[in-house]
């Protein structure tokens, strides 16, 4: 998707619209992907106040530059968060998945995507791994494991020898 519903331009007003319509349809899982977690955080926190159990709320995350948003984050009432390392263009380092319950990772897909390296890929992971947040490898992108561009279809989904498409467990509230 190209939108991010916490943009500055989206008014409260829509964004609460919005809410009332996934309060309204409890059969479907809804999942809010923002670069602005600090404006979601306020929103949901003081504004809409609930936790529903069928929206997840996420950041994106693409190198150490942004990590201090996955804070802001774990401060946002949800019943699953996510992150999304993607198009992840650099090293994150070490980062705290604490109350983080997902990670999706994916390298950049088209004319000018950047290269993604395992060993990026490999930090999170372990980093998962340790933290019991549920690992999902979307997509090489554009730059293959061999860091060969081509067509991010021929270069797949396979990290560790196999695809990766862990989901988070079911939802909890967590304030």
């Known amino acids: 998707s190209m939108s991010d519903l916490f943009h500055e331009r989206v008014s409260d007003a829509f964004i609460l619209d919005v809410w009332q319509v996934m309060r309204e349809t409890p059969r479907h899982n809804y999942q809010i992907l923002t670069k602005r977690p600090e404006r979601m955080v306020e929103l949901v926190a003081t504004k809409i106040g609930e ?4 929206v997840w709320l996420g950041t994106s995350i693409e190198d150490a530059n942004v990590v201090e948003r996955i804070d802001h984050l774990r401060a946002a009432p949800a ?12 090293s994150v380092g070490a980062v705290d998945l604490q ?14 995507a950047r290269p993604i390296r395992e060993e990026w890929i490999d930090e999170i992971y372990v980093q998962c791994l340790s933290a ?7 997509q090489w992108g554009t730059w293959g494991k061999d ?11 396979e ?12 939802p909890q509230a967590v304030a």
Request: overall charge positive.
């Open 132 to 138: 019991g947040t549920a690992f999902f490898f979307k």
């Open 51 to 54: 936790v529903l159990p069928n």
């Open 79 to 90: 019943a699953i968060r996510f992150i999304s390392f993607e198009p992840l263009i650099a």
């Open 147 to 157: 860091n060969k561009k081509r067509s991010k279809k021929a270069n797949g989904r």
């Open 99 to 112: 109350d983080i319950h997902w990670a999706i990772v994916g390298g950049e897909s088209g004319k000018s």
């Open 159 to 170: 990290y560790r020898g196999r695809t990766w498409d862990e989901m988070p467990t079911a």
